[in-house]
């Protein structure tokens, strides 16, 4: 595998389920993101991790758990999510961690298409 | 909130026709990149530009990085249906990226 991976790539889940979304970067990258594309919106970020420790939380709704086990894997736990949470999940990586300066070209995954019943 | 603007929103042409997307914001960014998406997929970078009035040419596109570096712009020459997708801006300040809400292009044969 090459770049930037993310599994499931569709996901159905009702309100009341526990799932997890997974992203891997092959990349050898120091920062990884989660971002939610909703239709006729530009990308919100969610969450940032840098050298494994996560750096921003853009008041997303504790329902998204981020996890950063390394620097190669990142995780978003979901419970209990709303109908307005179905969107497309982005993961992206950047070889420069948020606080050293330096362009933080991003890297996507192809993106986990989530539906919420 | 940095808020960087894309116009226009919409662009449909046909094959051969040239066109210009705009980004615009009232903050000074230290990079700015462009990325191209298409549909089920993430996006991928195109450039990056860094320097005020810097030009970079790829193929048939030219980005240019506004002098105060607030703006930039990107130009395709003789667009192919290759060419169809979503045009995202993202300006780089303090180690953040702020996106624009995109340029959805459609190059029609």
């Known amino acids: 595998e090459t770049g930037v991976t993310q599994t499931p790539r569709h996901l159905v889940m009702g309100m009341t389920n526990k799932k997890s979304l997974k992203c891997e970067q092959h990349l050898g990258h120091n920062a990884m993101y989660w971002y939610k594309q909703s239709a006729k919106k530009p990308l919100e970020l969610m969450f940032v991790?840098?050298?494994?420790?996560?750096?921003e939380n853009n008041s997303v709704p504790s329902r998204f758990s981020p996890e950063c086990p390394n620097s190669s894997h990142l995780f978003l736990h979901l419970h209990t999510l709303q109908p307005e949470d179905s969107a497309l999940y982005l993961c992206?990586?950047?070889?420069?961690?948020?606080?050293?300066?330096?362009?933080?070209?991003?890297?996507f995954g192809p993106g986990t298409r989530l539906t919420v019943l | 909130t940095q808020l960087l603007e894309q116009s226009p929103q919409f662009l449909s042409i046909q094959e051969g026709e040239n066109l210009t997307v705009y980004c615009n914001s009232s903050?000074?960014?230290?990079?700015l990149q462009w990325y191209r998406q298409e549909p089920g997929e993430g996006p991928v970078l195109l450039v990056t530009?860094?320097?005020?009035?810097e030009v970079k040419k790829l193929k048939r596109l030219t980005f240019q990085f506004g002098d105060a570096r607030k703006d930039s712009s990107l130009h395709i020459t003789a667009a192919q249906p290759g060419d169809t997708g979503l045009y995202l801006c993202?300006?780089?300040?303090?180690?953040?990226?702020?996106f624009g809400d995109g340029t959805t292009l459609t190059v029609k044969p």
């Open positions: 993202a300006g780089v300040r303090a180690g953040k990226s702020t």
């Open positions: 992206a990586s950047s070889q420069d961690s948020v606080l050293a300066g330096g362009p933080h070209e991003q890297f």
């Open positions: 903050s000074v960014f230290s990079s």
């Open positions: 991790y840098s050298l494994e420790e996560r750096v």
């Open positions: 530009v860094v320097t005020g009035g």
